[in-house]
């Protein structure tokens, strides 16, 4: 018989040990991934004068050396991508706009005129990612802070 968690319990727990501050960049190369969810977010500009939507996609890692190296059973990373809209609030097909989306949609064969396509239709689909490294921008990072990035997204 399963037990029921209790989140009371949980919250009173006493913990003995420290957590990490800090996490291991995802390491730099091209990595077999499947698109695991997409969600859509609104953001605003620090000074509020610009505002619009992203999509961002997460892609878990399938790839042992992965794994390994980051010590995990599961490896993530998130692809923000910021959405080029219309005046009216679609999303702009016009030339040259949405360009990572198209090759997102490219590299998962889901970028064909007529066909419908919808952002849900990424989930289960499987690319290559290629993530790099950049320092931490935030005030205060350490010289040592890197990010990982998804700089790219390609057919698997």
Known sequence: MASKFDAQTFLS???NESNSTKRA???AGEWTSLIEKVNVRSWQSKDGTKSGLALDVTHNLDDAAVKQAMERDKVTITQGIMLDLTANGTLDMGKGKN???GRLREATGLNVAGQ???FPMFE???VKVKVSHK???REGAA???ILDNVDGVVRA
Request: proline fraction near 29%.
């Open 116 to 118: 419908p396509f919808s």
């Open 143 to 145: 010289p040592d802070d």
């Open 135 to 137: 320092p931490d921008p």
């Open 25 to 27: 960049p995802v390491p």
């Open 13 to 15: 727990t006493t913990f």
């Open 99 to 101: 360009v990572q989306l």
């Open 124 to 126: 289960g689909k499987v």
